[in-house]
Nanobody, 119 residues
């Protein structure tokens, strides 16, 4: 099982980016999916998470600017980021609790994608 994230890049303050992450491999089911971020010199922190039935949870700093969604048929989770601020600059990681064909549930991480917000 692996997670592949994509969609990062550089954007000016106030701009938008969309991150996506797809899980592949011997997947029986996927529980929670989410996005975390880690800025230079800081700890990794939760950005947003979403349950299989679509219940969402956001960290306070999102302030209604970000929206998380998932496509269960495609094993995909996305993060739409609007009104980006320089403080949003970080490496963004997708995360998923995946039950494999062996029926064991494991926490998986994507490889990280860099988001830079700068003028």
């Amino acid at each position: 099982v692996q997670l592949q994230a994509y969609g990062g890049g550089q954007v000016q303050p106030g701009g938008s980016l969309r991150l996506s992450c797809t899980a592949s491999g011997r997947i029986f089911s996927i529980n929670a999916m989410g996005w975390y971020r880690q800025a230079p010199g800081k700890q990794r922190e939760l950005v947003a998470s979403i349950s299989p039935d679509g219940n969402t949870n956001y960290n306070y700093f999102v302030k209604g600017r970000f929206s998380i969604s998932r496509d269960n048929a495609k094993n995909m989770v996305s993060l739409q980021m609007n009104s980006l601020e320089p403080e949003d600059t970080a490496v963004y990681y997708c995360n998923a609790d995946i039950r494999g064909w062996d029926l064991y549930e494991t926490d998986y991480w994507g490889q990280g994608t860099l988001v830079t917000v700068s003028s």
